[in-house]
């Protein structure tokens, strides 16, 4: 069964104190990585997309690698604003057109 | 532009209650879908459309009726709300169908089923 697990659950940070979320996938093909942030009562919002093992992206203070079975957000110096929930999906090759299988996220707060 | 918009923001419905969750985008999209929260549980998804008068199920689409007479639109139709539909559902949107098109998520609407 394709899947898609985040870690850790919940973590806090201290500000400036830099991390990685991890997000690993089982699909038996790979077509798209998405990564999304969430904050409190709102709907997810945008940050990245990855296709292939190796690719970066880069906004501000996230980057977002991407290998053959996971994927990490890494948070350089964060900052409070930076707290939310950040969600990773998956696209299955030969899946159904957009069809995106989520992970049930990570739970960023980020103390001044 | 507006984006994706979602009408209401709260409901509260009584079991067996029926009622219609509105979506609208203005960004020209052809694929439109729905997804459920629930907490512990990731997004998932309920149905989608990949273009007016197309639709499909998702992976839970028991309870749900959707239709797209128009682009812009994608309603979701409770047909008899139950205690087990009571989430937070999100519309979301891409400009085509081709795999990897970045989908764009509206507001949600908070359902509490009674």
């Known amino acids: 069964e394709d899947q898609v697990t985040q870690s850790p659950e919940a973590l806090r940070l201290q500000e400036g104190e830099s991390s990685s979320l991890n997000c690993s996938y089982t699909v038996s093909g790979l077509r798209g990585l998405f990564w999304y942030r969430q904050d409190p009562g709102k709907g997810p919002e945008f940050l990245f997309t990855l296709y292939s093992a190796g690719e970066e992206k880069e906004k501000e203070r996230l980057k977002a690698t991407l290998t053959k079975k996971e994927s990490f957000l890494h948070i350089t110096a964060p900052k409070p604003e930076d707290s939310a929930t950040y969600l990773c999906a998956v696209q299955e090759r030969g899946g159904a057109t957009n069809k995106l299988i989520f992970g049930t996220g990570t739970l960023l707060a980020v103390q001044p | 532009n507006a984006g994706v918009t979602q009408t209401p923001k709260f409901q509260v419905l009584k079991t067996g209650q029926s009622m219609t969750l509105q979506c609208a985008q203005d960004?020209?999209?052809?694929?439109m879908s729905w997804y459920r929260q629930d907490p512990g549980m990731g997004l998932r998804l309920i149905h989608y459309s990949v273009g007016a008068g197309i639709t499909d199920q998702g992976e839970v689409p028991n309870g749900y009726n959707v239709s797209r007479s128009t682009t812009e639109d994608f309603p979701l139709r409770l047909l008899s709300a139950a205690p087990s539909q009571t989430s937070v559902y999100f519309c979301?949107?891409?400009?085509?169908?081709?795999?990897?098109?970045?989908?764009?998520f509206g507001p949600g609407t908070r359902l509490t089923v009674l």
């Open positions: 960004m020209n999209h052809e694929y």
């Open positions: 979301a949107s891409s400009y085509g169908v081709v795999v990897g098109d970045t989908q764009y």
